[in-house]
């Protein structure tokens, strides 16, 4: 999820990112967590960024890979992004429609069609060429991938700072925020300790000071 996060912000204005949804254990045919599949993919349904504020928050409280939340668990969750847009009946009717089915049996055929056989995997396609990993690799495979695809090195937007990526994700961890600045984690607690005096962020609730969010106004 953090590579996803750099490699958006890096180069997300040359490059389109489309997130297939999938849950580990489900690349194999479990359907012990559709649930939560389907909750990923309906919330695509209204917005990508719903989606992917989603995912971030299971992230965040490690939910996703302990599959700790029960379903009255993730609706609150999903409730608590109504402030962000996000409509609950919607969603309710989007989870029983046709419509999730058919997203679901187009991201099941393009996982089988690339073979996806663990996770995290990621595929860089241009117009001539396409190419899978599969893994977690140093940040600069990615970037070597790219240049040999495009047959240049893709320049990179480096202009940002701790606010401007908790403004852009909402939410980031420490550890994140680190690793996509390039910043020591005390340089980044410094600065997360002044935006909090400036009423610019505060810390997110049972996250122990490890996770950050904007501060709405008003």
Known sequence: MTLIKKLELEYGHMIRFRMVSTVPSCVGGCQEEVRLLTMIKAMELQGKRHAMRFLRHLH????????????TELWEIARS????GLDLDELAADIQSNQLL???????QILKDWEIESLPALTFVTRDEALKI???YPYDVYQAVMAELLGYVPNRETDWTVEKVLSHYDASTITEL???LELDKP???????KLSLQ????PVPGCSGEAWATKKQG
């Open 102 to 108: 058919s997203a679901l049996a187009v991201d099941h």
């Open 134 to 136: 599969e893994g977690v």
């Open 199 to 202: 009423q610019r962020c505060r």
């Open 60 to 71: 965040i409280n490690d939910i996703f890979l302990n599959n700790e939340a029960n379903e």
């Open 81 to 84: 992004f109504t402030g962000y």
């Open 187 to 193: 340089i980044i607690e410094r600065e997360l300790k």
């Open 178 to 180: 680190a690793f996509i």
